[in-house]
C-alpha cells in the first residue's frame, strides 16, 4: 500500500461491537490494516461495547463507548467532534445509517474524511420522506459510500434518494477457515450425532429476519425422505424460545440440534455436510462465506446479496424466498448426492478465494482511505 497509509488513523462509528456481521466486518479491517500501519480505534454509541469490542480491546485496541440518548442526541455529536480532534484522525468510518448521520455531524470542522458503509436493510423495505430531504444533503459531502452488494446499493438508491455515483459496492470479506476433520468428529460426538449421519446446519442469529421458522417447516418435510438426518442450529437470538416450540410442534426436536452461541463455531460449521440460510432479506452473510471457505455447499433463500455470492447450481441452490417446499426439495437433492455436494463445495471455495477474502476487502478500503 502507499505510503500515505502508513500514518492512517481511522476512528470506526458503531452501535455497538456485539455478535453480528457489522462487527465481524470491523474487526477483520482493524485487525488487517494493522499490518499495513493503520492505526484504528472504535466508537460504540449505544452505550455498551460487546464481546467483540471486549475481545478486541485484549489485543490492545482502543474500544470507546457513549450512551445515546432517546431523541437526537447532540451530545453525542459533540463528544465525537471531540474525539476526532484529540485523536488527529484522518477517517471516520460510519458504520450503518445513524452513525452515518452522527459521524457525518460531527466531523465538521475537522479534518477527518466520511466513509459511510450501509451493511444491510430491515425488511421490508420502506420510503421515509426524511430520507429524501436530508439524505442527498448528507451525501454531497459525503466523499465515499460503500454497499455491501449491488443489491444494497440499488436499496440505497431508491429508498435513501442516494446518488448512484456516490455508491461503490465493496463485498465483506472474512479471513479463510480450515477444517480439521478430528476437531468436526469430536463435534458430532459431543452432540450425539452418528459420524455417518447427514447434517445440515446453520450458522445465524435466531432472530425472525432471518426466518428460521420456514427453515424448520423444510427441515420437516426433508426428514420424509432422510428420516436420520440432523438439523444443526449455531447461534441464539430473540427467535429461539419460538424455534423450540415450533420443533417440538412438529415432533422433529429429536433431529433439531440448538447449541446456543458459540463464540467460535469453525468446528460445528465443518461437521455440517451443508449449509442454510433462509432470511427475509441479506447484504452479504459472514457465515455464508465461512461455509464457502471450508467448502461446504449452501442452500440459500434468492434475496439481497445471496444471488451475488452463489452461483445457482454451481457452487449452491438458490430458492424463493419463503418456500419451504423448494428449498427442502434442494436440500433433498443435495442429500442424494455426495459427488454433488463435493463439486459445489470445491465451486464455492474457489469463489470464496477470488472475491471474499480479507484481503480484497481491506484493500479496497484502503484505497477509499487514502484517496482525495
Excluded at 86 to 101: A, K, R
Excluded at 151 to 159: F, G, M, P, Q, R
Excluded at 321 to 326: H, L
Aim: net charge positive.
Amino acid at each position: 500500500m502507499t505510503e500515505s497509509a502508513k500514518s492512517l488513523r481511522v476512528l470506526h462509528l458503531t452501535f455497538n461491537m456485539g455478535i453480528g456481521g457489522t462487527e465481524q466486518v470491523i474487526k477483520q479491517l482493524v485487525l488487517g490494516m494493522a499490518d499495513e500501519g493503520v492505526t484504528s480505534e472504535i466508537l460504540c454509541i449505544d452505550g455498551h461495547i460487546g464481546p467483540v469490542g471486549e475481545a478486541l480491546q485484549k489485543v490492545g485496541v482502543p474500544v470507546h463507548q457513549h450512551k445515546r440518548k432517546q431523541g437526537f442526541d447532540w451530545s453525542l455529536t459533540q463528544s465525537i467532534r471531540k474525539r476526532l480532534r484529540l485523536g488527529q484522525f484522518d477517517v471516520i468510518h460510519c458504520h450503518q445509517y445513524t452513525p452515518w448521520v452522527y459521524g457525518w455531524l460531527g466531523a465538521v470542522g475537522t479534518k477527518a474524511k466520511v466513509v459511510f458503509t450501509e451493511h444491510g436493510r430491515f425488511h421490508p423495505d420502506r420510503y421515509r420522506r426524511k430520507a429524501r430531504l436530508i439524505n442527498p444533503i448528507l451525501a454531497r459531502f459525503t466523499p465515499t459510500i460503500v454497499a455491501i452488494s449491488e443489491a444494497t446499493k440499488k436499496a440505497l438508491i431508491e429508498y435513501e434518494y442516494l446518488p448512484e455515483g456516490k455508491i461503490q459496492v465493496i463485498y465483506n470479506g472474512i479471513k479463510p477457515l480450515t477444517k480439521n476433520i478430528e476437531a468436526a468428529a469430536a463435534v458430532r460426538k459431543k452432540l450425539g450425532i452418528p459420524i455417518e449421519a447427514l447434517v445440515i446446519g446453520t450458522v445465524s442469529r435466531l432472530d425472525p429476519v432471518k426466518n428460521q421458522q420456514m427453515m424448520l417447516k423444510a427441515f420437516k418435510l426433508f426428514l420424509q425422505k432422510h428420516p436420520d438426518s440432523y438439523l444443526l442450529m449455531v447461534g441464539d437470538g430473540p427467535d429461539k424460545n419460538s424455534l423450540v416450540n415450533l420443533a417440538d410442534e412438529y415432533e422433529i426436536s429429536s433431529r433439531v440440534i440448538f447449541t446456543g452461541f458459540i463464540d467460535a463455531p469453525v468446528h460445528y460449521l465443518s461437521a455440517m455436510d451443508m449449509f442454510l440460510l433462509s432470511s427475509h432479506t441479506e447484504g452479504t452473510s459472514m457465515t455464508l462465506l465461512e461455509a464457502m471457505s471450508l467448502q461446504i455447499p449452501a442452500i440459500a433463500t434468492a434475496v439481497g446479496g445471496n444471488p451475488e455470492i452463489i452461483i445457482q447450481n454451481v457452487t449452491g441452490r438458490l430458492t424463493e424466498p419463503d418456500d419451504e417446499r423448494s428449498f427442502s426439495n434442494a436440500m433433498v437433492e443435495l442429500a442424494e448426492s455426495s459427488q454433488l455436494r463435493k463439486n459445489m463445495g470445491e465451486k464455492a471455495n474457489e469463489r470464496f478465494a477470488e472475491k471474499y477474502s480479507t484481503k480484497i476487502m481491506k484493500q479496497h478500503y484502503l484505497a477509499l482511505y487514502v484517496s482525495r
